[in-house]
Nanobody, 113 residues
Framework: QVQLVESGGGLVQPGGSLRLSCAASGSIFRIAAMGWYRQVPGKQRELVATITSSKTTTYADSVKGRFAISENFGEYTVYLQMNSLKPEDTDVYYC???????WGQGTQVTVSS
């Protein structure tokens, strides 16, 4: 069984930065890709960013130029550096293994003055 555990969320002022981490554990042979998603209660979960083992990245248009995803798949970890945060970035952020039903428990990010 594979588990994903996120960390690094919190409260930050507009224009500030946060770095999220997600660590995978359990019966893992190899990670091909990992991703970050976010969801406000009552709304659909949306893609924030993904990265593959060949370091190919994708980003939502709303975060391009502000967020950066990186990985250390040798340590089963993925990161999301979030800069120039805006109030509309306030969400619960989830880590996900694409092509599986495996999700983390989520970490709250709140951007407010």
């Amino acid at each position: 069984q594979v588990q994903l555990v996120e960390s690094g969320g919190g409260l930050v002022q507009p224009g500030g930065s946060l770095r999220l981490s997600c660590a995978a554990s359990g019966s893992i042979f190899r990670i091909a890709a990992m991703g970050w998603y976010r969801q406000v209660p009552g709304k659909q979960r949306e893609l924030v960013a993904t990265i593959t083992s060949s370091k190919t990245t994708t980003y939502a248009d709303s975060v391009k130029g502000r967020f950066a995803i990186s990985e250390n798949f040798g340590e089963y970890t993925v990161y999301l550096q979030m800069n120039s945060l805006k109030p509309e970035d306030t969400d619960v952020y989830y880590c996900h293994l694409p092509a599986t039903t495996i999700w983390g428990q989520g970490t709250q990010v709140t951007v407010s003055s």
